[in-house]
């Protein structure tokens, strides 16, 4: 079905895989196009609950972004590749109402550090780096990078990263709070799973509700705590608030709906 991605639904956990291990998996025209079309898969089809999204082969993520695209660009045409991209892919990815995890495994640069930063949260291997080394390039990050990276780590750090280019690897992401997880890379996919099928036993509206919700913090137009509460009372009327508070009281699981 796509050129540059591997995907696969396994009860419910849908498994994104950019390909393009020969290119270190970096984002040209048509993975960002295919990005695009696979993030409104999970919008669209009901039987995906989670998604997870990584690189092909143990060595990238995502390792930035195709550089030969670049050599045409004007002013207009830059604005208009970092647009299209944070249409498609960045901003859909973030305001998803079904979680979207990142498992970093390797070199996470880029576009590929923002990619992975749209994403709900992130685990990474041991071996991943993480960087936004545009300014390299005369550039700065156009796919959301500076905004997310101070939303995550700080301004301070984000700004060093930012104004340097330097790397950072995976334990100094953690301490940063970049990454949830790190662990062997092996055991990279089977944690992110794992995570994602835990969240698939809650309540799939609460879940978008905290997705939502939590969003609102960076969000200038909304006031979070009015959307909590908002959120909070709406969610009383739902048939999976009725079971939750059914099964705590006669002490057995739920069995959500999603309704």
Same mark, same amino acid.
């Given at each position: @079905? #796509?050129?540059?991605?591997?995907?696969?639904?396994? =009860?419910? !956990?849908? #498994? !994104?895989?950019?390909?393009?291990?020969?290119?270190?998996?970096?984002?040209?025209? !048509?993975? $960002?196009?295919?990005?695009?079309? &696979?993030?409104?898969?999970?919008?669209?089809?009901?039987?995906?609950?989670?998604?997870?999204?990584?690189?092909?082969?143990?060595? &990238?993520?995502?390792?930035?972004?195709?550089?030969?695209?670049?050599?045409?660009?004007?002013?207009?045409?830059?604005?208009?590749?970092?647009?299209?991209?944070?249409?498609?892919?960045?901003?859909?990815?973030?305001?998803?109402?079904?979680?979207?995890?990142?498992?970093?495994?390797?070199?996470?640069?880029?576009?590929?550090?923002?990619?992975? @930063?749209?994403? +709900?949260?992130?685990?990474?291997?041991?071996?991943?780096? /993480?960087?936004? %080394?545009?300014?390299?390039?005369?550039? $700065? %990050?156009?796919?959301?990078?500076?905004?997310?990276?101070?939303?995550?780590?700080?301004?301070?750090?984000?700004?060093?990263?930012?104004?340097?280019?330097?790397?950072?690897? =995976?334990?100094? &992401?953690?301490?940063?709070?970049?990454?949830? +997880? @790190?662990? %062997?890379?092996?055991?990279?996919?089977?944690?992110?799973?794992?995570?994602?099928?835990? $969240? @698939?036993?809650?309540?799939?509206?609460?879940?978008?509700?905290?997705? +939502?919700?939590?969003?609102?913090? #960076?969000? *200038?137009?909304?006031?979070?705590?009015?959307?909590?509460?908002?959120?909070?009372?709406?969610?009383?009327?739902?048939?999976?608030?009725?079971?939750? =508070?059914?099964?705590?009281?006669?002490?057995?699981? %739920?069995? /959500? *709906?999603?309704?």
């Amino acid at each position: @079905m #796509y050129q540059t991605l591997l995907t696969r639904n396994e =009860a419910g !956990i849908f #498994y !994104i895989t950019v390909n393009r291990p020969e290119k270190l998996n970096a984002l040209n025209k !048509i993975v $960002i196009s295919e990005l695009g079309a &696979a993030i409104e898969e999970i919008y669209t089809n009901p039987n995906i609950k989670v998604a997870i999204i990584t690189g092909a082969g143990e060595k &990238a993520f995502v390792a930035g972004a195709d550089i030969s695209e670049f050599q045409q660009l004007d002013a207009t045409g830059g604005r208009q590749l970092a647009a299209k991209g944070q249409e498609l892919v960045f901003d859909k990815i973030e305001r998803c109402p079904k979680p979207v995890i990142a498992a970093v495994n390797g070199f996470a640069l880029g576009g590929g550090c923002e990619l992975a @930063m749209a994403c +709900h949260f992130r685990l990474a291997g041991s071996n991943a780096k /993480f960087g936004q %080394p545009e300014v390299n390039l005369g550039l $700065i %990050p156009g796919y959301g990078g500076t905004q997310r990276l101070v939303q995550l780590i700080g301004k301070g750090r984000a700004l060093e990263l930012l104004m340097t280019g330097a790397m950072i690897d =995976a334990d100094t &992401a953690l301490r940063y709070g970049l990454i949830n +997880h @790190m662990l %062997p890379l092996t055991e990279l996919l089977p944690k992110t799973t794992e995570i994602a099928k835990l $969240i @698939m036993t809650k309540a799939p509206l609460a879940i978008t509700g905290c997705i +939502h919700t939590a969003n609102a913090v #960076y969000d *200038q137009t909304q006031n979070g705590f009015e959307l909590e509460i908002a959120t909070f009372g709406t969610l009383f009327e739902t048939e999976d608030a009725k079971e939750g =508070a059914r099964a705590f009281l006669e002490k057995r699981k %739920p069995a /959500f *709906q999603g309704k």
